[in-house]
């Protein structure tokens, strides 16, 4: 070694360093939330409920006003009863987390170590990997041909070492689903060690009879995490709260080493008043039910690429390559006018925009929006 590497070699150990692969991991990417010079810009770059939340859940929220002193219950009790009784679930089976995130980052950290793996989908969501990289192992990305999960590639990821296999049904950034025939071909085919998480974040805007998210399976095998969200349906993104819903073993396993306060009394008070108000629940399916065929129709009737059929909250929406014409321009493009959609370039998709469905002027926003940009000559080029 030479001498100035010598030196480098002692001022580095000098230095606390992250253990490795740390910090090659890609932080998380969040929608946009400002355009520059619009005071409100419309944001449907984050896939947060359009309604806003259910007025019964914010009533909830505000209660919590005198408590803000108090740890709150580490149980999460009041959720857990509550999402028990709706979905007829065993309660000590649940788990609680800092919005679903959490709960797959517990899994990451309950289930891998070092030289193991977790099986995901090419464009699975971020946050999957990121706590799997945090844990040293190695991420597999099985392609999905036409943006739709594959069980046979799935499958063809799976080895030995092999732990988890995180699927998002619907998935995001693609929108596209499976129907559960195909679920449960895939559960039928992993080996019982290799825990199956059927993430289904958008699951209440999967309308489709051959879509389900996974519950029944997960009361019966040993090896099989549903998580859900209070984010979505319920609009209460801002409060992080989502449940797992795991076999008891799993459950007892990540109560050891899960942060004990953490979801918080708001939170945990709106989400039981959330998860009352059905009248909300079917506002926001509604909502999504009535515009993403809209969209789909307007958008493709511009010349562009929809991906689906989605059955999210959300669209994705392919772009020409012509100069002038890309995903980057369109994402400028309507940024300078206050529409702030979501470039998904750190998923490997620099061509496509999601852009998460709105109230109906927003829509309507968008798609005109849309029709000017693809109308429009590009620029000329500046005279050399
Ligand atoms: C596929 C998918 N799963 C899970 C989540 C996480 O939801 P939360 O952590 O807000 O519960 C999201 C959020 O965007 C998502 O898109």
């Keep these: ?27 998380y990417v969040p929608g946009k939330a400002k355009a520059d010079g619009v005071a409100e810009p419309i944001k449907l770059s984050a896939n947060e409920n359009a309604l806003g939340s259910s007025g019964k859940a914010q009533a909830a929220f505000e209660s919590a006003e005198r408590s803000l002193h108090l740890y709150p219950d580490p149980r999460a009790s009041i959720v857990r009863a509550a999402v028990a009784e709706r979905y007829r679930l065993e309660p000590e089976r649940l788990i609680f987390g800092c919005g679903s995130d959490e709960v797959f980052q517990l899994l990451n950290t309950t289930f891998l170590e070092p030289g193991d793996n977790m099986v995901q989908g090419q464009y699975g969501f971020a946050a999957f990997a990121i706590g799997a990289y945090a844990m040293q192992a190695e991420v597999r990305r099985a392609p999905e041909p036409g943006f739709r ?20 049904n619907p998935g995001n950034p693609t929108g596209t689903w499976i129907p559960f025939s195909e679920v449960r071909r895939l559960h039928d085919a992993l080996p019982p060690r290799v825990v199956l998480v059927l993430d289904g974040a958008y699951g209440e805007f999967a309308l489709d009879p051959g879509f389900d998210d996974g519950l029944d399976l997960a009361r019966t095998a040993s090896n099989v995490v549903v998580t859900h969200t209070f ?6 993104a801002a409060l992080r709260i989502g449940w797992g819903y795991a076999p008891l073993e799993i459950a007892q396993a990540v109560d050891r080493i899960r942060l004990p306060f953490n979801t918080s009394i708001p939170a945990q008070r709106a989400a039981v008043a959330a ?20 969209l789909n129709q307007q958008l493709g009737g511009l010349g562009l690429d929809v991906i689906g059929p989605s059955a999210a909250n959300f669209v994705l929406v392919g772009f020409p390559t012509t100069p002038g ?3 980057a321009d369109a994402d400028a493009f309507l940024s300078a006018r206050g ?12 061509n496509h925009i999601r852009i998460t469905i709105g ?26």
């Design 1 to 27: 070694m030479s001498d100035e590497a010598q030196t480098l070699d002692r001022a580095a150990a000098q230095r606390p360093l992250p253990k490795p692969g740390i910090l090659d991991i890609h932080a």
């Design 231 to 236: 984010s979505k349906l319920h609009g209460l």
């Design 359 to 384: 109230l109906e002027p927003q829509n309507r926003a968008v798609v005109d929006a849309l029709a000017e940009f693809m109308a429009a000559q590009p620029a000329p080029k500046p005279a050399a």
């Design 275 to 294: 998860l009352e108000d059905e009248d909300f629940q079917r506002a926001s399916i509604e909502l999504v039910e009535t515009w993403r065929p809209w």
């Design 325 to 327: 014409k890309t995903a």
């Design 149 to 168: 999960i594959d069980v046979d590639e799935l499958l063809n990821c799976v080895d030995d070492r092999t732990r988890l296999v995180f699927l998002a």
């Design 339 to 350: 529409l702030l959609l979501r470039g998904v370039g750190n998923y490997g998709l620099p």
